[in-house]
């Protein structure tokens, strides 16, 4: 089956500081790609819609200023977390869809970031 | 807009016993509705889907769900659990537009 993979598994930074976590289809091109958030003992909760070539689109709540999406290939999206805080601590999960399987999505194995 | 409820936070089952884990969806249109796996630190790993078609959908690992649309739900079962199956599980719908929701998770144990 299809693979995506993300870069880092865990991160700890300092807060103040900027973290990209990098998405990538493996085996397979995808034109969008999706970033979840997930808290502890808690559901996933969409971020943002990431399409290559274009802007992120971003779910109500979240700061695109804050959180941004770079999809700049159809293999690669980047989420970068600015000035990064403690309360930014989470699990970030990417999807990558591809439209070769019927638009099945195909998820990440998460990135762990903690910010101290 | 579309929903998951997944009425139950943990499902208890001694190992070797038939498991169900419960989920019912609300969405406009034809539903699309998946099954997904966590383990610790992990990402999601996917069971099966209902697309259309058969009701009864067979998916990974034994796991199968049968899909009811009178009462709108897509309950996960599985008919002899195993310690192994112990994990957070996800029902989640889709709609037309891709965009995916998931219910909050239902933690299964699997007792020796």
């Known amino acids: 089956g299809a693979v995506v993979s993300q870069h880092p598994s865990r991160v700890i930074c300092k807060s103040g500081t900027s973290v990209k976590i990098e998405c990538r289809s493996l085996d397979f091109q995808a034109t969008t790609m999706f970033w979840y958030r997930q808290f502890p003992k808690q559901s996933l909760m969409l971020m943002a819609t990431?399409?290559?070539?274009?802007?992120?689109?971003?779910e109500q709540g979240v700061e695109k200023d804050k959180f941004l999406i770079n999809h700049a290939s159809l293999t690669l999206s980047t989420l970068t977390v600015t000035s990064a805080h403690p309360e930014d601590s989470s699990f970030y999960i990417c999807?990558?869809?591809?439209?070769?399987?019927?638009?099945?999505?195909?998820f990440g194995p998460g990135t762990r970031l903690t910010v101290l | 807009a579309q929903s998951v409820a997944q009425p139950e936070d943990q499902v208890n089952v001694a190992e070797g016993n038939p498991l169900t884990v419960k989920c019912t969806y609300s969405v406009s249109g034809n539903p699309y509705l998946f099954w997904y796996v966590q383990y610790p630190n992990r990402g999601l790993q996917f069971l099966l889907k209902y697309i259309t078609g058969d009701n009864l959908v067979k998916g990974s690992y034994g796991f199968e769900a049968e899909f009811n649309k009178s009462q709108t739900s897509f309950h996960l079962k599985k008919p002899s659990a195993l310690v192994s199956d112990s994990a957070l599980y996800f029902c989640a719908v889709r709609d037309g537009y891709q965009k995916v929701t998931f219910g909050i998770g239902t933690k299964l144990q699997v007792i020796p």
């Open positions: 990431s399409n290559e070539g274009s802007k992120a689109t971003y």
């Open positions: 999807s990558a869809r591809d439209i070769g399987t019927g638009n099945e999505q195909f």
